[in-house]
T-cell receptor
């Protein structure tokens, strides 16, 4: 999992502020995902990408935007943060369409006050 | 969409005992069922998975069983050790691991 990094590790935002979370991988994997994990709950898929230049909505996409301009980077943007977006955000990667396993990054803890 | 239910939410066992965690899913098209272990403050880590063409898979002390007819799958941990203490998540996917839907998690506590 050393090949997946997330920046920043922690962040505190005020309501209405914007920010971008970065997921970077050096494993040349095609598929990348963004999940959120709320306290005591499982992970929920926000957006995902099946390759450079592609993005798709997951289970809970509202309030977030994503971009995959380079294969190794997947950006998650919050244009106007809300307290309901306080969560831990995990990025995950998957090698290609015929592989099944997703591997997770270390996470970003975001608090919106 | 897919819905995954996981039980129990907490499980306490004595060291050396077995632990069983169960999940049910709603989408009969789901064909991939991974299990993740998450220690406090850490990332989820894949520990075992099973595909819909297999009924059981084992890896040392952990095993997973799948009943496609009943749409449920289970994680079995034998000879539990304190380092097995963590939160375990099941998940299901209808498209080869692409769109994962997670269960709510089970906190396993292994008492020495």
């Amino acid at each position: 999992n050393a090949g997946v990094t997330q920046t920043p590790k922690f962040r505190v935002l005020k309501t209405g502020q914007s920010m971008t979370l970065l997921c970077a991988q050096d494993m040349n994997h095609e598929y990348m995902y963004w999940y959120r994990q709320d306290p005591g709950m499982g992970l929920r898929l926000i957006h995902y990408s099946v390759g450079e230049g592609t993005t798709a909505k997951g289970e809970v996409p509202d309030g977030y935007n994503v971009s995959r301009l380079k294969k190794q980077n997947f950006l998650l943007g919050l244009e106007s943060a809300a307290p309901s977006q306080t969560s831990v955000y995990f990025c995950a990667i998957k090698s290609h369409s015929s592989s099944y396993e997703q591997y997770f990054g270390p996470g970003t803890r975001l608090t919106v006050t | 969409g897919e819905n995954v239910e996981q039980h129990p939410s907490t499980l306490s066992v004595q060291e050396g005992d077995s632990a069983v965690i169960k999940c049910t899913y709603s989408d009969s098209a789901s064909n991939y069922f991974p299990w993740y272990k998450q220690e406090l403050g850490k990332r989820p880590q894949l520990i075992i998975d099973i595909r819909s063409n297999v009924g059981e898979k084992k890896d040392q002390r952990i095993a997973v069983t799948l009943n496609k007819t009943a749409k449920h799958f289970s994680l079995h941990i034998t000879e539990t050790q304190p380092e097995d203490s963590a939160v375990y998540f099941c998940a299901a996917s209808p498209d080869a691991g692409n769109m994962l839907t997670f269960g709510g998690g089970t906190r396993l506590m292994v008492k020495p």
